[in-house]
């Protein structure tokens, strides 16, 4: 079992930044993927970014250029640094852990934390 812990949410002008953080209660780097996903108001919840094991990324089209998904393997972390802020950023944003293997595939998820952003 994975626990994730998230940070870094809050309250910011459009086109300020935030950095979030997911702490996990062991190792990441056996983790498949790590990835970030939000979910607005009346929205189905939606998949930001991704971190594979190899430290390959990935970004939704309406993030990429604006945040960052990186870990720190030797912290357990994962990070979502996110500039250039938009209203439409406003989400509850989750820390989100994938783990495949022959016998199942695995999710574990973070409290979420909200990320609101004005005009």
């Known amino acids: 079992q994975v626990q994730l812990v998230e940070s870094g949410g809050g309250l910011v002008q459009a086109g300020g930044s935030l950095r979030l953080s997911c702490a996990a209660s062991?190792?990441?780097?056996?983790?498949?993927?790590m990835n970030w996903y939000r979910q607005a108001p009346g929205k189905q919840r939606e998949l930001v970014a991704v971190i594979a094991n190899s430290g390959s990324t990935n970004y939704v089209d309406s993030v990429k250029g604006r945040f960052t998904i990186s870990r720190d393997n030797a912290k357990n972390t994962v990070y979502l640094q996110m500039n250039s802020l938009k209203p439409e950023d406003t989400a509850v944003y989750y820390c989100?852990?994938?783990?495949?293997?022959?016998?199942?595939?695995?999710?574990?998820w973070g409290q979420g934390t909200q990320v609101t952003v004005s005009s």
């Open positions: 062991g190792s990441i780097f056996g983790i498949n993927f």
């Open positions: 989100n852990a994938h783990l495949i293997s022959p016998l199942r595939t695995s999710d574990y």
